[in-house]
T-cell receptor, first 108, second 116 residues
C-alpha cells in the first residue's frame, strides 16, 4: 500500500520560515509533489522532487531523501496568504496519492 | 497554461436525485481524468480513474453503480452521483495530467455537493 504522513497543523508568524515534513511508505515511488489548497479551492501544484536534494522556487523550496523516505516543504518569508493546507503526494507513476495534509496558520 | 474547467462549482440536491459533474480540458486532450472526493479538513481521496473510450477504474470501496463515470471524448469526463444521500455531500475534484513526467497534473476548481 501507499501512505504519506505529515503533521496535521503548523502555526508560524509572518516573515518566519516554516518546514512541513512528509514521510512516505509506498511501493513504486516515483517522486514527491507538493500542493497548496486554500479553503474552498482546488489544489495547486507547488513543486516536485524526482531526485534527492533541494528544489527552490521563489519563497518555496522542497527537499527529498529517497534513502530516508522523507521530504519537506520549506516556506520562507511567510505571508498571511500562505495560510492554507499543504499536501505532499506520491505520483506513483500513474496516479497521485495524497498525504492527509498540513494546515498552516500564519499569524501577524 | 493548461486548464481543467469543472461545473457546477456548487450544487444542492434532494435525497434520491442524481447529480452530474462535468470536467472539460481546455486547449489540451485529457486521455485520463482522475476523480477525487474531499471531506472537510481531510485529504483528497482518489475515487476513480477515467480513460477516454473505456470503462473507469474504481478505487477499492467506491461503488461504481453509485458514482457513474463517463469519458466519451478526449476533452470531457463526467461524474454522476446517482440516488444521492446526505452522506454523499462532499467536495468533488477532477484532475488531468497535463505536463511531461509524472507531476504535471492540473485540477478542476471543484464541485461542492450538498444533499438535503
Amino acid at each position: 500500500g501507499q501512505s504519506l504522513e505529515q503533521p496535521s497543523e503548523v502555526t508560524a508568524v509572518e516573515g518566519a520560515i516554516v518546514q512541513i515534513n512528509c514521510t512516505y511508505q509506498t511501493s513504486g515511488f516515483y517522486g514527491l509533489s507538493w500542493y497548496q489548497q486554500h479553503d474552498g479551492g482546488a489544489p495547486t501544484f507547488l513543486s516536485y522532487n524526482a531526485l534527492d536534494g533541494l528544489e527552490e522556487t521563489g519563497r518555496f523550496s522542497s527537499f527529498l531523501s529517497r534513502s530516508d523516505s522523507y521530504g519537506y516543504l520549506l516556506l520562507q518569508e511567510l505571508q498571511m496568504k500562505d495560510s492554507a493546507s499543504y499536501f505532499c503526494a506520491d505520483t506513483g507513476g500513474f496516479k497521485t496519492i495524497f498525504g492527509a495534509g498540513t494546515r498552516l496558520f500564519v499569524k501577524a | 497554461g493548461a486548464v481543467v474547467s469543472q461545473h457546477p462549482s456548487w450544487v444542492i440536491c434532494k435525497s434520491g436525485t442524481s447529480v452530474k459533474i462535468e470536467c472539460r480540458s481546455l486547449d489540451f486532450q485529457a486521455t485520463t481524468m482522475f476523480w477525487y472526493r474531499q471531506f472537510p479538513k481531510q485529504s483528497l481521496m482518489l475515487m476513480a480513474t477515467s480513460n477516454e473510450g473505456s470503462k473507469a477504474t474504481y478505487e477499492q470501496g467506491v461503488e461504481k453503480d453509485k458514482f457513474l463515470i463517463n469519458h466519451a471524448s478526449l476533452t470531457l469526463s463526467t461524474l454522476t452521483v446517482t440516488s444521492a444521500h446526505p452522506e454523499d455531500s462532499s467536495f468533488y475534484i477532477c484532475s488531468a495530467k497535463t505536463g511531461e513526467g509524472n507531476y504535471g497534473y492540473t485540477f478542476g476548481s471543484g464541485t461542492r455537493l450538498t444533499v438535503v
